[in-house]
């Protein structure tokens, strides 16, 4: 599982999305621990619902310190923004459906690889740009 060197690779130098980031790391490593351990099927729910929450809102912030910044790729990041979001909800769904098949089936690695692609690929490029233009 991951350690805390990942949000290292993926500060942003905006302190707000960086608290975010390592929220969400954390809310991710739990999850996954949950789901590998066979936590209760409702307290792992919740957990996904927390997740989904937790990226909603870093989505905002995030889209919301862009367009103040006058980025042009505000559209860019909500769309990524919106398909990370739509696949964390359909893990959610086969979770609900069939713990025990989605433990048996499922890379649940791949839930956190997701926010981690995310942050390298398109937060910290983005941020590193913005900061570079102030």
């Known amino acids: 599982m991951a350690d805390r060197t990942d949000t290292d690779l993926v500060e942003t130098g905006f302190p707000e999305i960086d608290h975010q980031h390592q929220r969400l790391i954390d809310g991710l490593n739990h999850l996954i621990a949950g789901i590998l351990t066979g936590e209760n099927t409702a307290i792992t729910l919740a957990a996904f619902d927390k997740i989904c929450e937790l990226w909603q809102n870093h989505c905002q912030s ?23 979001l739509r696949r964390l909800e359909g893990f959610r769904r086969a979770f609900a459906e069939d713990p025990e098949v989605f433990r048996a089936g499922t890379d649940v690695g791949e839930i956190r690889r997701l926010a981690i692609r995310h942050f390298r690929q398109y937060d910290k490029v983005e941020f590193d740009g913005l900061r570079s233009s102030t």
């Open 62 to 84: 995030e889209e919301k310190v862009l367009e103040s910044q006058g980025s042009p790729r505000v559209a860019v990041m909500k769309a990524e923004h919106d398909r990370i």
